[in-house]
Each structure stands twice: as C-alpha cells, then as structure tokens.
C-alpha cells in the first residue's frame, strides 16, 4: 500500500505553513531555529514526492532525493551555525529573545 503523491505534498504545504507561522509570529531564537528546520523538512517531503510522482516504473528518477540530501547537509550546517549563535547571544545578553539581537551593534 502506498502513499499517495498528493497526500504527501499536502503535509509538505502543511509543514511549511507551520514553519512560516513560527518564524514569522515567535521572537524566540531557538524556536524561530525550529521553524526553518520544519520548513526545510517540508521542502525535502516536496522533493522526494516529486521525484516518485515524475519517476516512471522502470526508471528510478534519483535527483529528488539526493537534492533532499543536500538540503538534509545544509540543514545540519543551519543547527550548528544557528547553536553556536545562540550560545553566544545567551553569553552576552543572558536571552535568547530577537529583540536582544538589534541590540549588538556596538
């Protein structure tokens, strides 16, 4: 039994909405953090969905997932950069709020 594409896509577009709406709506980093995984999770769903629908029987179309990994890498990079960037605001301000960061730019 197999999932179908749309449904997948569906959770992909539900996914990336959530996503959006937590970095658009909360201040706090870590969350804000959370939501641009969310989103890049959502965008490698789409990927790989779009791969199986446009793959044909006999031909396994690999370029959706291995784009997926790539986003999967960089994903990786965005948590250790983004850690260390809350680590270090926590250092200076003891907050991690968004509304500290406007502060650092002395």
Not at 49 to 67: F, N, Q, T, W, Y
């Amino acid at each position: 039994m197999s999932v179908p594409t749309e449904h997948l896509l569906g959770l992909a577009a539900i996914l990336f909405a959530i996503g959006m709406a937590g970095f658009l709506t909360r201040r706090n980093l870590i969350v804000v953090l959370m939501s641009i995984e969310l989103m890049l999770n959502a965008a490698n769903l789409t990927l790989v969905a779009g791969a199986r629908m446009h793959s044909k029987v006999d031909e396994l179309s690999l370029a959706g997932p291995i784009l997926a990994i790539f986003v999967i890498a960089v994903a990786a990079v965005e948590a250790a950069v983004g850690l260390a960037l809350v680590i270090a605001l926590y250092r200076r301000k003891q907050t991690v709020s968004l509304d500290a960061v406007s502060e650092l730019r002395d």
